[in-house]
């Protein structure tokens, strides 16, 4: 069982900045691949960023590639969202997620933007970005 949170969310003017952290709890961190995700009032959720076990591997969703930066620090129990050049569009709640145990063919062939691959979730951090 891993236990997360998110912090760092707030209103910001578009073009601004804002660093979001997840802070896990629970067993090895380094054993859980990690994402974000985020859901707009009256949207569906949306993929935004993964990063694999030991942050080898990074993904993004087009609609962030270049603005936005996940990692993470395993000695920490934590995993970052850097979000850069904000629009009114990144206007959401956002989401860490994780997962454990994942087939390889799965998880490096698209399975880790699915929110179905992940097990474990937070609560949210909200994100407002003005005009």
């Known amino acids: 069982q891993v236990h997360l949170v998110e912090s760092g969310g707030g209103l910001v003017q578009a073009g601004g900045s804002l660093r979001l952290t997840c802070a896990a709890s629970?067993?090895?961190?380094?054993?859980?691949?990690m994402a974000w995700f985020r859901q707009a009032p009256g949207k569906e959720r949306e993929f935004v960023a993964a990063?694999?076990?030991?942050?080898?591997?990074?993904y993004y969703a087009d609609s962030v590639k270049g603005r936005f930066t996940i990692s993470r620090d395993n000695a920490k129990n934590m995993v970052y969202l850097q979000m850069d050049s904000l629009k009114p569009d990144d206007t959401a709640l956002y989401c860490c997620a994780g997962v454990g145990v994942v087939a390889p063919g799965k998880y490096y062939t698209g399975g880790n933007r699915l929110s179905g691959t992940y097990e474990y979730w937070g609560q949210g951090t909200q994100v407002t970005v003005s005009n």
């Open positions: 990063i694999s076990w030991e942050g080898a591997s990074t």
């Open positions: 629970g067993r090895t961190f380094s054993n859980y691949a």
